[in-house]
Structure formats: structure tokens, C-alpha cells
């Protein structure tokens, strides 16, 4: 199905760009998807019923409006995940990275043994949530990131599994923050958020800080496994962007490199779209030939993988430029909801490639050398190197 995406989108951007299919409406251009994401009053985001099941019931930001609560719990995080760790996390990234290149002995598989491992290794130790003794912190996220975002049909045995992972995730953080509270500092995430409760900070309690990291690690490292690989798998689709991107690993130019993975990205992004309600009659693309009315209630999909290869707004979509202007990129959403993440991203995402890159590589002969999926998550690709 997603093969077809972007002809659909191509049609539909041209015929129908807010189009009403049953009681979801899907907006195609890049000025509507804006649109969208930048009125969070009028499109709200429907995560709330979900995040309830995975956080037994504690309020996270990713469900709330733009409301007082909203500003203060992300103001609040934004005191303990700071810019200034982006070095740090860049660095260790690529260490890591380095690592398993050079013990893969010239066969690797970029999304599980690569990119999945680095990801959650990083910011696993980052976060200060270590995996669990009897269970494992990729595969526990990982489900319940496809709870949250994924599971469009509510297959009961996932939320079987949900039932069962979410209350030991929560209680595998409250294990771990009782134990920070007996033990020294240490500079993480949760360190920092134990010394401003210890300071009597609003918005530390025990209860706050394992939501917050559980957001984290729910909303966060599962999907640089979904869309760096598939970034890889667009590299190798094309030689010349390939060998550019390679020669800006080699010669460690880290912003040259990053602007040839999220163009890349651009050709396969995380989702088609992103799930939206209205919250109240809004008139989208007002003053234009094709301004819809969206009644409250309706369901939206913005649709920003179409927004990003909108040619009214994005010079020459088909073509690969990593000389892009910012703008033309929606892959970390838009408005209030925009990527917590995104900073992180920006610094650490392309890094996960560049020791693979910095080799001389090719995909490995059949079918495995190829991005397979499972539904919307990139599943294995491997890569030969020398
Ligand atoms: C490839 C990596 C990532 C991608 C593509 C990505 C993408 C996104 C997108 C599209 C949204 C907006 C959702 C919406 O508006 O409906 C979002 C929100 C969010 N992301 Fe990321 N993300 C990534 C990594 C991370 C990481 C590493 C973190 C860790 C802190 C993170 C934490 C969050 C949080 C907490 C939100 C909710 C923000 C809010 O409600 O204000 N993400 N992400």
C-alpha cells in the first residue's frame, strides 16, 4: 500500500487536496498540512484514550491541548533534557556506531543490529532508564509504540500485550527511580530531575518524572530504527547521492551528511501522515478555489510525507537536493506538538550511518540486501562492507 502513496498523493494534491473520505478528511498540500499542525484549537491531537492504557491513566504531554498544563510539564522537561548534551550524544552515537561496524566482519544489518542498538543503547543511558532484568526495553517500547500510533484496526492481542507490557515498564521506572533515590548523582536525565524534586520543583514528583520518561522512551527510540534504515535504503536507490554522502562522512563533515539523510528520509518518512480531530467548524484553505469546511468531530490526517513533495511549495519535489531549504521538512510535525526529540535528532541521526558509510559498501545479493517491512516499521536490510 504505501508503494502507491505517492501517486495517490500526486493525485489527490492535484483533484481533491482537502478530501472527504467517510468521516476522515485528508489534506495533501503542504500550506493545508501546515495548516493543520499550526492550529492545534481547532485540530486536536486524538492520543489521549491510548497514552491512558500505556501511562495507567497519568497525564502526558503528548495528549493535552494547548493548555496551562501543556506549557508547564514541557517547560518542566525542557529544564532537564538541554541543548548542551547535544555534543555528548553525538559523540557517543557515533562511538557506538563505530563499534558494531568494526565487529560486524563485513556483513551488517542496519536496522536491528545498527541503528535500533545504537538508538536505545544512547538514550536508554541518557534517559537513566537501564533495561530491564526480565524483559527487553527495545521490544517493550517498540510495542507500545505500535499501541500508540500504529494499531489503526485495535488488534486485541496487541493490546493484550500492552496490558501486560505497559504496567511493567512503569513498574520497571519506579523500580529504578527508588533505587536513584538511595544512590549518588549521576548526570542523566532522571539524575537531574531527582535533584530539582530534592530542590522542591513543581512537576518532579515521582509519579511526574516516570511519565515523562516513559513518554520519552515510548515516543522516542523506536523510530530512528524506522526511518534511518529507510533513509539507507534511498541512499542506495541512488549511486551519486550515495557516494556524495559517503565522501561527507569521510571527510567528518557531520552537516553535510546530516542534509543527505533527511533528504533522504524525505522519500520515505516515518508515516504517510498525522492523526488529527477537529475540535471545532474550521474553514481549511480559506480564500483558495478548494477551501473546505471540516465540521467538529471530523477526523484528519495531515498527510506530511505528501506536504514534503508538494511542488507548489517544494522546489523540484522528485529530485534528490541536499541543498534544501529547512522548510521544505516536516519530518519531525509541525506546531505544538513538534518532535520533543528534534534537537536530539538533528544531532544524532545521521551519525548512526556515517561508520557504515565511511566504508566501501553495497547491499548484500538478493532479497535481504533490500528494506523489507512489517506494516509501517522498517524490519531488515543488510549491507556488505569491506
Ligand atoms: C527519528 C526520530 C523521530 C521522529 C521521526 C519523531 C517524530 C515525531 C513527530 C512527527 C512528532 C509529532 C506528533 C504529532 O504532532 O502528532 C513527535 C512528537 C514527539 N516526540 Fe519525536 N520523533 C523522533 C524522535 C524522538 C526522540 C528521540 C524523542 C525523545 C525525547 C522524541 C520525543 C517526542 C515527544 C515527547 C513528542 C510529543 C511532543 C509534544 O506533544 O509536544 N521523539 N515526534
Known sequence: MFAVMPWFFSVLRRVKPV???????????????REVFANDQAFGVVYQPKLDIIMGGEPFFLGMGDTPRYRHDTDVMRKVVVADDLPRLAKEVETRAGAIVASADGRIEVVDALVRRVTFDVLADYFGV???????????????????FADQVNDPALRAEVDRIGPA???????TIAQRHNASFKD??????????????????????????MGFIVGGP????????QAMEQLLRRPRALAEAQSAARADDDER????????????????????????????ATGTRHATLVTAGTQVLAAFASAMMDPRRVADPKRFDSERPDSD?????????????????????????????????????????RLRKRGAFADRLVVLFE
Open 19 to 33: 478530501a472527504k473520505i467517510g468521516n476522515m478528511v485528508l489534506t495533501s498540500r503542504y500550506d493545508d498540512v
Open 329 to 369: 521538512y516536516i519530518h519531525f510535525g509541525h506546531g505544538l506538538h513538534q518532535c520533543f526529540g528534534r534537537h536530539i535528532n538533528r544531532a544524532t541521526l545521521h551519525l548512526m550511518l556515517k561508520p557504515l558509510l565511511k566504508t566501501h559498501l553495497r547491499r548484500a545479493p538478493g532479497r535481504e540486501g
Open 130 to 148: 537501564p533495561g530491564p532484568v526480565e524483559g527487553d526495553l527495545r521490544v517493550w517500547a517498540t510495542r507500545l509504540f505500535e499501541f500508540q
Open 222 to 229: 523506536p523510530q530512528p530504527p524506522m526511518v534511518v534504515p
Open 188 to 213: 542523566d536525565v532522571l539524575g537531574r530531575c531527582l535533584e530539582r524534586q530534592k530542590a522542591g520543583e513543581s512537576g518532579f514528583s515521582d509519579v511526574q518524572i516516570r511519565t515523562a520518561l
Open 169 to 175: 515498564l512503569r513498574a520497571h521506572i519506579d523500580t
Open 257 to 284: 551528511l546530516r542534509r543527505y539523510v533527511f533528504e533522504a528520509m524525505r522519500f520515505d518518512p516515518l508515516a504517510p501522515g498525522l492523526p488529527r480531530v477537529a475540535l471545532q467548524d474550521w474553514t481549511i
